[in-house]
Nanobody
Framework: QVQLVESGGGLVQAGGSLRLSCAAS????????MGWFRQAPGKEREFVSS????????FYADFVKGRFTISRDVAKNTVYLQMNSLKPEDTAVYYC????????????????WGQGTEVTVSS
């Protein structure tokens, strides 16, 4: 079993930045691909970004490319999402996810989900 706990959400003005963190515990963190999804009010949950277990490969949704950066610190069992140039449309609950397979994350079906952290971007 893997437990994922997100933090770092909050209220920020448009153009500002936030860094989300996801602390993982349980099974060997270093062998899991990690990622982030988000769900805005009244909308479907959508993929944001993922990172391979070795950190060699990262993937981003088109709407965050050039603004968001995913990274991981294996020693701290933590994955991060640095969000810059935030827009009101980035307002959502952000969920950390984990799976042995990156493909499962890309398919929207990772095995493990955090409880989510809320991000609100004001205009």
């Amino acid at each position: 079993q893997v437990q994922l706990v997100e933090s770092g959400g909050g209220l920020v003005q448009a153009g500002g930045s936030l860094r989300l963190s996801c602390a993982a515990s349980g099974r060997t963190f270093s062998r899991f691909a990690m990622g982030w999804f988000r769900q805005a009010p009244g909308k479907e949950r959508e993929f944001v970004s993922s990172i391979s277990w070795g950190g060699d490969f990262t993937f981003y949704a088109d709407f965050v490319k050039g603004r968001f950066t995913i990274s991981r610190d294996v020693a701290k069992n933590t994955v991060y999402l640095q969000m810059n140039s935030l827009k009101p449309e980035d307002t959502a609950v952000y969920y950390c996810v984990a799976d042995y397979e990156s493909s499962a994350i890309s398919a929207g079906q990772p095995d493990y989900w955090g409880q989510g952290t809320e991000v609100t971007v004001s205009s």
